[in-house]
């Protein structure tokens, strides 16, 4: 039984799984969920404030947690930010 924050869109869940799978990275599965929720939110809170121009919550998956988890093996300190 999983609290009622950790209840994801399944479809969305699968899309990350499969871009993670594509791109040979390994994330814990209660960090998955936690990204699939914050790509939910982010989509709600899109509509009333233009936080980015991708709408569609799979193509937010992609853009806006793939393209910055795929560099993941090749990063070797302990913090980092992302500018662009």
């Known amino acids: 039984f999983l ?3 950790f209840k994801v869109d399944p479809e ?3 899309t990350l799984q499969q871009c993670l799978t594509q791109i040979s990275v ?3 599965e209660s960090q998955q969920i936690l990204l699939v929720r914050y790509i939910e939110m ?3 809170w899109n509509k009333a404030y ?3 121009s991708v709408r ?3 193509q937010m998956i992609i853009k ?3 393209d910055s988890i795929v560099i993941s093996p090749y990063l070797t300190g ?3 930010i992302d500018v662009g």
């Open 3 to 5: 609290p009622s924050f």
């Open 12 to 14: 969305l869940l699968a």
């Open 26 to 28: 390994e994330v814990r």
């Open 42 to 44: 982010m989509h709600k």
């Open 50 to 52: 233009n936080l980015t």
């Open 56 to 58: 569609d919550p799979k």
């Open 64 to 66: 806006h947690i793939v």
């Open 78 to 80: 302990a913090r980092y």
